[in-house]
Nanobody
Framework: QVQLVESGGGLVQPGGSLRLSCAAS????????MGWYRQAPGKQRELVAV???????NYANSVKGRFTIPRDNAKNTEYLQMNSLKPEDTAVYYC?????????????WGQGTQVTVFS
């Protein structure tokens, strides 16, 4: 069983920065993708950014150029560096780990952390 522990949310003014962390523990399949989703009140959960074990990354159009997801494989930790934050970035952010072993797929989620951008 994999556990994901998130940290780093909080309050920030527009234009500010925050960094979220997601630390994974347990036995992790080598074929995996680790990413961040967010859910704002009244909206569906959406993908923010994801990186794969093959080092490819994908970002939502709304965050391209502002967010990055550096990954420390030695520590099984992924970060979400958020710069130039906007009020519309306000949401609960969830870390996700998607693992593949043959035909099997396993998804793990963090507990979520609140990010609030206010002026």
């Amino acid at each position: 069983q994999v556990q994901l522990v998130e940290s780093g949310g909080g309050l920030v003014q527009p234009g500010g920065s925050l960094r979220l962390s997601c630390a994974a523990s347990g036995s992790i399949y080598s074929d995996n993708a680790m990413g961040w989703y967010r859910q704002a009140p009244g909206k569906q959960r959406e993908l923010v950014a994801v990186s794969t074990s093959g080092s490819s990354t994908n970002y939502a159009n709304s965050v391209k150029g502002r967010f990055t997801i550096p990954r420390d494989n030695a520590k099984n930790t992924e970060y979400l560096q958020m710069n130039s934050l906007k009020p519309e970035d306000t949401a609960v952010y969830y870390c996700n780990l998607e693992e593949h072993l043959g035909w099997a797929r396993r998804d793990s989620w963090g507990q979520g952390t609140q990010v609030t951008v206010f002026s």
